[in-house]
């Protein structure tokens, strides 16, 4: 106990030091190699008193984006303008804040968004309420699954659905911190992350893997042979064998270099992972060593504060694509921050990518060269 609080106090003032150079590397994460700084030229389309569209999703004939926001609501894009499409939450009362953290457990916050491609039903993971599902017309969101194993759901992130086995990879990021309190999680180390599989027909829900350092986004494989579940605080991608002579069992399919968000296949079968912001040496050991971390939160800091030291300093974007395989295909960035900053979601639509993000007011969308 003695050694790490000695520890913490050299570590601290270091880091501090840190801060005030700005080191390359140490508190600002180093440029990448192979990267295109092509993200500044997206276009912008703006939200309009709403912020943090996560996760973007388009219905089976094509409309949309649809997107869930902060207030709660789920919005639906119309080539025009955004339209309400549905709530998580019929209580609305006190929820037309664009971003108030205190109320989300009332208003609900919809975070992985996707259509069942058959019945044209969308499916929600809301970080508060658990998995949802809603008409094709909208309206109020239906609970599906609340609790676990007797464990309310807390902090339900995001899913895919395999349509021939109608059933649902889901993901729960923690049973102990909120959403509101990702900063802590990651600080803690929580390790209390799951992915699930939820049986349409049956209801049942099956816990495939357990002990995930932030479980985050999810996608299946083209075959449909595995199903990716992001660990953000580790940097990493695991992948869970749905068939052939591996299943059941799960490896890494791919490490990131920064805290990744939303998995989304391409018609390909390639991945594009969405990053929240690239890692520098600083990021690392707080996302690594609990007591680090934990010494940082007894500092009279704000929220602000401790997403600028993980973020490390500047506003920025990156989007990595993976191959069926997990190898590295592309990095597109916005070095900058200049146009997007802090992605959450990349969906590859017709050429184009349509990107979401968990704290600005508008979704990108850029053109891919050919
Ligand atoms: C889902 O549940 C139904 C009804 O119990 C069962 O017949 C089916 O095999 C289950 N599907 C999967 C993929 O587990």
Redesign the pocket.
């Known amino acids: 106990m003695k050694s790490k609080l000695i520890l913490a106090a050299i570590a601290l003032p270091l880091i501090a030091v840190a801060i005030a150079f700005a080191t390359t590397g140490v508190f600002t994460p180093p440029p990448l190699q192979g990267s295109h700084n092509v993200l500044p030229d997206a276009e912008r389309i703006h939200l309009t008193r709403a912020v943090g569209p996560e996760s973007l999703a388009f219905d089976p004939s094509g409309g949309g984006p649809y997107t869930g926001v902060a207030d709660g609501r789920i919005l639906k894009w119309d080539g025009g303008d955004w339209v309400e499409f549905a709530v998580t939450s019929s209580q609305r009362e006190g929820c037309s804040a664009p971003f108030n953290p205190a109320m989300e457990h009332i208003c609900g916050r919809p975070l992985g968004l996707r259509f069942h491609p058959k019945t044209g039903n969308l499916y929600i993971a809301d970080a508060y309420i658990g998995l949802q599902v809603v008409g094709p017309k909208g309206g109020i969101a239906s609970p599906l699954v609340t609790e676990v194993e007797g464990q309310h759901l807390r902090f339900t992130n995001d899913m895919d659905i ?1 349509e021939e ?3 649902i990879y889901f993901s729960d990021t923690s049973t102990e911190f909120y959403r509101r309190e990702f900063i802590p999680s990651i600080l803690n180390v929580d390790k209390t992350g799951k992915l699930m ?1 939820y ?4 209801k ?1 829900v ?1 816990v495939l893997l357990r002990g995930l350092a932030f479980a985050n986004g999810v996608a299946l494989s083209k075959d449909r042979s595995f199903v990716l579940v992001v660990e953000t605080a580790t940097r990493r991608i695991l992948r869970f064998w749905l068939e052939g002579p591996n299943a059941g069992k799960h490896d890494i399919f791919g490490e990131v270099p920064g805290f990744p968000d939303n998995i989304r296949r391409n018609s390909e079968g390639e991945f594009w992972v969405a990053l929240h912001s690239k890692t520098a040496l600083v990021a690392k050991c707080l996302s690594s060593y609990s007591w680090l971390g934990r010494t940082l939160l007894k500092l009279p800091l704000t929220f602000k504060h401790l997403h600028y030291v993980l973020v490390g300093g500047k506003p920025h974007a990156i989007a990595i694509k993976l191959s069926n395989e997990g190898k590295v295909l592309q990095v597109l960035e916005d070095v900058e921050g200049k146009t997007l900053r802090f992605l959450s979601e990349v969906e590859e639509r017709d050429g184009k990518l349509w990107i979401g993000s968990v704290l600005v007011p508008y979704i990108g969308i850029y053109t891919l060269r050919k």
């Open positions: 395999d086995k109608d059933v599989k049986n349409i027909s049956s049942e099956t």
